[in-house]
């Protein structure tokens, strides 16, 4: 079961832009097969950076507004934010030492 939690266009503003660790937000859909197979590597990047960064996901679907407002146009699509701004956006699967690099230098010093 997945301890990641989920984000709409209601929470995104409190939870992702009013957030005072980095966030990371899973852009995904339900009926997208790369999505699915990245979601356990969401998983254990939130398990990894418990603390450090808040891992979020974001159904397109269910949120277009959000989806494009960030210019979502394919999916997975993950971006990390940091004092409410967009600051890194990769677009495709990733594995977990790749993810773990994308988040990486976004993290804060002291805290990761």
Not at 15 to 22: N, R
Not at 64 to 83: D, G, H, L
């Amino acid at each position: 079961m997945s301890n990641v939690q989920t984000v709409n266009t209601n929470s995104f503003p409190q939870e992702v832009l009013g957030s005072a660790v980095p966030v990371m937000v899973d852009f995904y859909a339900d009926w997208c097969g790369p999505c699915k197979q990245m979601s356990p590597v969401v998983d254990q990047i939130a398990r990894s950076h418990d603390g450090s960064l808040k891992v979020l996901k974001l159904d397109t679907d269910e949120s277009p507004e959000i989806a494009n407002r960030y210019q979502i146009m394919s999916i997975p699509t993950i971006i990390i934010f940091k004092s409410g701004e967009a600051v890194a956006k990769h677009v495709g699967y990733m594995d977990e030492k790749r993810m773990s690099d994308f988040v990486k230098p976004h993290l804060d010093k002291k805290s990761s």
